[in-house]
Nanobody, 111 residues
C-alpha cells in the first residue's frame, strides 16, 4: 500500500521561511517523479514545482527564486523550502509521488 504524507505546514509571517516535507512508503521513491502542488479554497489545484529522478527541477513562475524543491531518495523524502513567503502563498500544499497524492499540509502566510 502506497502512502504519501506531507508535514511542515504552519503559520508564517510575510517574508518568512518554511520547509515542507513529503515522505512516501510502498513505492520506489528514487524512480518516481514527484511534485508539490497547492490549492486555495474554491480554486483548482496548481502545480508549484516538480523534480524528476535526475533531480532536474521545474518551477511555476510565481515561486521561481523563492521556493526550492529537493529530494533525498535515501530517506524517501522530498522537500519544499519556502522563502520570502507572500500572503498569496497561503494554501493547502499537496505532494504527488508518481500517481499518489498525500492528504495535504496547510500553509498560512499572515502577519
Amino acid at each position: 500500500q502506497v502512502q504519501v504524507v506531507e508535514s511542515g505546514g504552519d503559520v508564517v509571517q510575510p517574508g518568512g521561511s518554511l520547509r515542507l516535507s513529503c515522505t512516501a512508503s510502498g513505492i520506489s521513491f528514487s524512480n518516481s517523479l514527484m511534485g508539490w502542488y497547492r490549492q486555495e479554497p474554491g480554486k483548482e489545484r496548481d502545480m508549484v514545482a516538480i523534480i524528476d529522478t535526475n533531480d532536474a527541477a521545474k518551477y511555476e513562475d510565481f515561486v521561481k527564486g523563492r521556493f526550492t524543491i529537493s529530494r533525498d531518495s535515501a530517506k524517501n523524502t522530498a522537500y519544499l523550502q519556502m522563502t520570502n513567503s507572500k500572503p498569496e502563498d497561503t494554501a493547502v500544499y499537496y505532494c504527488l509521488v508518481h500517481l499518489y497524492w498525500g492528504q495535504g499540509t496547510r500553509v498560512t502566510v499572515s502577519s
